[in-house]
C-alpha cells in the first residue's frame, strides 16, 4: 500500500503543458479560467467528499454524485485525462452517535450499514465507483500525525477542554473560497477566535474515541479529507468536488490546514462545486432537517436512472436542479425522442421502413458541426445541456431525412444507410459517454450469463410473429386479425417493447430499460 501512495504521489508532481482550449469555473476567481492538464506521463488526481453515513441518502446527495460522475467521465473518456479518483466515508460523527442512541444500536452498525447503501444507490444510479475508497476509521493513526505537524508549525493548538482547533488568524488566505470576513470576535468557547475550527473532539461520557498524545478523543470532519487525500495523493490535488454547501466551511477549512502543512500557497488547483437541488416551488435545498427529502429509493419506484441522470444533464452542473413531475417529465421525454430515432434508424438500416432519399452529404456535414459544435460545449466548462440539445437536432435532421417521401432510387436508399448509421453511432456514443446506460450496446439485455440474447430472439420471434399476422390482415381487410396485432402491440409495450409499424413491416425497440 505504502509503495503504491508513493507511486501516485509521484505521478502527481507534473509540470502542465500550454493550455488545452479546456476553460473551467473558478470559485475562487470567480470567472472560468485555463484547465491546465498534467503531463501525458502523469495521472490526474480527483477527490471526492463522501457522505457521513448515518442515514439514506436522498436525490439532493444523488444529483451531486450523479454530476460529478459525469464529469468525470467526460474528462477520462472524453479529454483522456489519466483519472484517479478517491473518495472519503465519514463513519464517525455528532449525527452517528446521535442516530445510535435512538435506535439502540452499536454506532459501528449504524455506518456500516448506511455505507453499504450507499454504494448500491450509486451503483443503480450507474455512477462509477471511486478508486480508492477510505473509511475515516481506517486512518485515524495518519489523521493525528496531520495534528500533530500542524501543532508543531504552530497553526493549531490544544484548548483547555482537551479538544485541538486550527487558529485561522495564522492563515492570511483564510475565506479565499468563499470571502468570508475574519474578525476575530470574542467567544466563550475555549478557542481563541470563533472562526477556528476543532482539528480533534476531545472524548465526552459515552462516545467512542480513540487515543491520541492529546488525549482521547475522535477526528473534526474538516480534517479527515485533507489527511486522506493527502496521504494518497500528496501536497496538492488536480480536482477536489463536492456540493456547492461544501464550499464554506469544509472546503474553506480544508484549503487553510492543508496549505499549512503542506507549505503550498494552494492545495487544490480546482475547487468543483456542484449545484442544489430544490423541489419545484421550493427556493432552499433539499435537507434532512427541513424534512423535504426524496430518497434514491423512493426515487426509484417512480424513475429510472435514466431518466434522473437525463434531468441532470439538461442543466449546468453548477445550477440549481428543480425536481418534480414537470421536470422530470421533459428529462423523460428526450429520452423517449432518443429511444424513438434509434429505432427509427435501425428500421431504416435494416430495410423495415421504405426507402428515402438521404441526402447523405448533408448529414455527414450536419454531424461535422454539431460534433464541432459539441467539443466547443464540453470545453467551455462541461456544458452538457448544449450538448444534448445538439445532439437531438442531429436526430431530427435524420429522422426527417429518412422519413421523407422517395423518389424511387434504390441506389441513394444504399448509400444513405450508411450515413444514418454513422450518425446513429455517433449519437449513441455521445450518450453512452455522459453515462446513460440504456443507450449502451456493449450491455446485455438481462443477465450477465448471456440470457439478455435470448430475451431479444423472444421479442424478435413475437414481432415477427405479428408482423405476418398484420400482412395478412391488410390482406383480407380483417378486423379481427387487426385486434390480435393490437392486443400484441400493447402486451409487448407492458414488457417495455415498443412496436412500430412502416407499411407491411415492422420495427421494434425498448421504451426503458
Known amino acids: 500500500m505504502i509503495h503504491h501512495l508513493r507511486l501516485i504521489r509521484s505521478l502527481c508532481t507534473k509540470v502542465p503543458p500550454p493550455d488545452p482550449g479546456i476553460r473551467i469555473y473558478s470559485g475562487r476567481n470567480r470567472e472560468k479560467v485555463p484547465l491546465q492538464l498534467p503531463s501525458s506521463a502523469g495521472i490526474t488526481s480527483f477527490y471526492t467528499c463522501g457522505p457521513t453515513v ?57 455506518a456500516r450499514h448506511y455505507e453499504q447503501e450507499f454504494w448500491s444507490d450509486l451503483q443503480l444510479l450507474n455512477v462509477r465507483p471511486p478508486d480508492i475508497k477510505l473509511r475515516v476509521t481506517d486512518h485515524v493513526p495518519s489523521i493525528v500525525a496531520f495534528i500533530e505537524q500542524l501543532i508543531a ?8 477542554d482537551g479538544s485541538v482547533y486550527f487558529e485561522t488568524a495564522k492563515y492570511p488566505q483564510y475565506g479565499k473560497l468563499q470571502n468570508i470576513p475574519t474578525e476575530q470576535v470574542s467567544t466563550t468557547e475555549a478557542k481563541k477566535s470563533a472562526a477556528d475550527f476543532a482539528l480533534w473532539k476531545a472524548v465526552k461520557p459515552g462516545e467512542p474515541s480513540w487515543p491520541s498524545p492529546f488525549g482521547p478523543g475522535r477526528p473534526g470532519w474538516h480534517i479527515e479529507c485533507s489527511t486522506l487525500a493527502s496521504q494518497i495523493f500528496g501536497r496538492q490535488l488536480d480536482f477536489h468536488a463536492g456540493g456547492l454547501d461544501l464550499r464554506f466551511p469544509h472546503h474553506e477549512n480544508e484549503e487553510a490546514q ?15 462545486h456542484t449545484g442544489q437541488l430544490h423541489l ?26 435514466d431518466e434522473f441522470r437525463m434531468l441532470c444533464l439538461l442543466s449546468h452542473y453548477r445550477s440549481v436542479i428543480e425536481f418534480g413531475d414537470e421536470s422530470m417529465m421533459v428529462a423523460t421525454s428526450v429520452l423517449k425522442k432518443f429511444r424513438s430515432f434509434f429505432g427509427d434508424c435501425r428500421a431504416y438500416v435494416d430495410g423495415v421502413k421504405p426507402a428515402t432519399d438521404v441526402d447523405s452529404g448533408a448529414l455527414e456535414a450536419k454531424m461535422i458541426e454539431v460534433e464541432g459544435k459539441i467539443d466547443g460545449f464540453l470545453r467551455n466548462d462541461f456544458n452538457t445541456a448544449n450538448v444534448v440539445t445538439n445532439l437531438s437536432d442531429l436526430a431530427t435532421a435524420v429522422n426527417k431525412s ?70 395478412q390482415a391488410m390482406e383480407n381487410k380483417d378486423r379481427r386479425l387487426f385486434t390480435i396485432c393490437d392486443q400484441i402491440r400493447d402486451r409487448l409495450k407492458d414488457i417495455n417493447v415498443e412496436v412500430k409499424d412502416h407499411g407491411k413491416s415492422t420495427s421494434w425497440g425498448y421504451i426503458k430499460r
Open 258 to 272: 492543508s496549505c499549512c502543512y503542506h507549505g503550498v500557497n494552494d492545495w487544490v488547483h480546482y475547487w468543483i
Open 54 to 110: 448515518y442515514d439514506s441518502a436522498h436525490i439532493g446527495h444523488a444529483s451531486c454524485y450523479v454530476r460529478l460522475d459525469i464529469l468525470q467521465r467526460i474528462l477520462g473518456d472524453y479529454f483522456g485525462l489519466k483519472l484517479v479518483t478517491a473518495m472519503n466515508i465519514t463513519d464517525i460523527d455528532d449525527k452517528i452517535i446521535r442516530r445510535a442512541a435512538e435506535l439502540g444500536k452499536p454506532w459501528t452498525d449504524i
Open 280 to 305: 419545484e416551488g421550493q427556493t432552499h435545498k433539499m435537507s434532512k432537517s427541513l424534512k423535504n427529502t426524496v430518497s434514491i429509493g423512493e426515487l426509484m419506484t417512480k424513475y429510472s436512472a
Open 153 to 160: 508549525k504552530h497553526y493549531a493548538y490544544k484548548s483547555s
Open 402 to 471: 429518412i422519413n421523407q417521401r422517395s423518389d424511387g432510387n434504390s441506389d441513394v436508399k444504399a448509400s444513405g444507410s450508411g450515413t444514418v448509421q454513422a450518425v446513429t453511432n455517433y449519437v449513441r456514443g455521445k450518450l453512452t459517454l455522459l453515462g446513460l446506460r440504456e443507450f449502451d450496446e456493449d450491455r446485455k439485455v438481462g443477465s450477465d450469463d448471456g440470457s439478455g440474447d435470448s430475451i431479444e430472439h423472444v421479442v424478435e420471434s413475437m414481432v415477427q410473429i405479428r408482423s405476418a399476422i398484420r400482412v
